[in-house]
């Protein structure tokens, strides 16, 4: 188990007190003085003329931006299975009593959404974060606003913030700044909504939480590096988020626009348990997050508009939409768009930020954009799908690992199409799910898979034969 310590400013409870003799350590100090983890969340106040959140709202930022901090900075491959970590983390909180009255409940949402096993441990201060400013230029009128929506400048974000526009919802958007090339893109994107909308009150807002290495306590020392999943960045996310819609309203709903295929997450294989992507819309995590904050008296509610589409459907509902025609192919779905993973003796040939095109966020990106006809995204063009392709990087870990488990998926659906029981099974994997929901993702799951082996049809160069797929086996 790996004990980690956070401090909350120079003067919070020393860590020495503690009785674990083995600990990390990361301090959220104000910028003057030896802070490891570099941050601008404060931004989410002071851009609304206020020095402080509520107490209870500064609470679960502190959290959620420490469980960021631990899930970047812990690898998973310093653990027996080189995924499951087991963390302890001592957290300093202003509502003790009521973090402590949710306490198991918050480990098992948040060991849903990353697929480790935390315990938090809640330890009482009386120090604000970073309440010593009050910002009075470029204010941002909370007045003017009725909801905000999670803006990552992927593909499913952008048609959320142009749903919310058609009808006529004041939104402000909220982003992570994680890299410059990112940052750019999202206000690229943002400006081309904003500038079109006009009779609409639209505002972006971005924040960063950068965890450098921790503080090492002890007499065992081990070499850190930077945990590439970092599945708790949606939970910081949705943080902000909450906290920027608090100040709105206390009602003010959150949204996080993402299609119920990825949702859902059902596991390609039966040994990928779901790891290639997100849990932040399952409805286990929406429902089990939405009941913590209310047990502690945070009524922003976060939902999903898209639970029940798939991807391609959401862009059917956007295709004759201008900005969408215009900009749709400039969003980001990839896992990795501003990471050098090419040839490095072709790698002038590709410009970054952009869509790898192998990854399995680009393998439903490219089968959405087949259900409305043509794609114009700009892909790496180092690869192509073929079966040239997997047999050039057949590694357990290697590039053409999420395009041969998509494979195995459909040839799994297609050997049990007919069978409802066995499809519904499979939703259930990652947990229950009421009637409503069920009927919602069987048929959602079932239009995925059909956008999918569409795509392959189309796009992927001898991966019928290769996977040994009849074009007529589907049934549509």
Not at 258 to 283: A, K, W
Request: overall charge positive.
């Amino acid at each position: 188990m790996s004990n980690i310590w956070i401090n909350k400013n120079h003067d919070d409870l020393n860590p020495s007190h503690s009785s674990e003799k083995q600990f990390l350590l990361f301090n959220l100090f104000d910028k003057k003085n030896k802070s490891n983890v570099k941050t601008d969340m404060e931004q989410l106040w002071r851009k609304f003329g206020i020095n402080s959140l509520t107490s209870i709202n500064e609470d679960f930022l502190i959290i959620a931006s420490s469980i960021f901090c631990v899930d970047k900075r812990i690898p998973r491959k310093n653990f027996s299975d080189s995924w499951t970590r087991t963390l302890r983390l001592s957290i300093p909180v202003l509502e003790v009593e009521k973090w402590n009255s949710v306490k198991e409940e918050l480990e098992y949402v948040i060991s849903f959404l990353s697929g480790d096993k935390w315990k938090f441990e809640f330890r009482q201060t009386n120090l604000r974060f970073r309440t010593d400013k009050i910002n009075t230029k470029n204010l941002i009128d909370a007045g003017k606003y009725d909801s905000v929506s999670l803006f990552s400048g992927g593909l499913d974000s952008f048609c959320g913030a142009l749903t919310l526009s058609e009808n006529k919802r004041n939104t402000l958007f909220l982003g992570f700044r994680e890299y410059n090339l990112l940052t750019n893109r999202q206000k690229e994107l943002f400006d081309a909504i904003n500038d079109h909308y006009t009779e609409l009150e639209n505002e972006l807002l971005l924040f960063n939480v950068n965890p450098l290495v921790p503080i090492q306590r002890g007499e065992k020392t081990e070499k850190l590096s930077v945990e590439s999943t970092s599945r708790s960045r949606s939970l910081l996310f949705i943080a902000g988020a909450i906290s920027v819609a608090s100040i709105i309203g206390k009602e003010t709903p959150v949204y996080i626009p993402e299609n119920g295929f990825i949702g859902v997450n059902v596991p390609l294989t039966d040994s990928r348990t779901g790891s290639c992507s997100t849990r932040t819309t399952h409805p286990i995590f929406i429902n089990s997050l939405n009941s913590v904050l209310d047990k502690v008296g945070i009524k922003n509610k976060v939902s999903n508009f898209y639970w029940d589409k798939t991807k391609g459907e959401i862009l059917e509902e956007h295709q004759n939409n201008a900005i969408f025609k215009q900009y749709a192919t400039r969003t980001l779905s990839c896992s990795h768009p501003c990471l050098s993973r090419y040839d490095k003796k072709k790698s002038d040939k590709v410009v970054t930020p952009c869509n790898c095109g192998y990854c399995y966020p680009c393998l439903i990106r490219k089968a959405s954009f087949v259900k409305i006809g043509k794609d114009e995204t700009c892909y790496n063009p180092l690869y192509e799908l073929s079966k040239d392709f997997i047999l050039n990087y057949n590694n357990i870990q290697g590039r053409a690992s999420d395009l041969k488990a998509v494979l195995f998926s459909l040839r799994r659906y297609i050997d049990h199409q007919e069978d409802s029981e066995y499809i519904r099974s499979l939703l259930v994997r990652q947990g229950p799910l009421n009637s409503e929901e069920l009927d919602g993702y069987e048929r959602v799951y079932r239009k995925s898979m059909e956008e999918l082996m569409e795509m392959i049809k189309l796009n992927g160069k001898g991966l019928i034969e290769y996977t040994g797929i009849k074009e007529v086996e589907i049934h549509v």
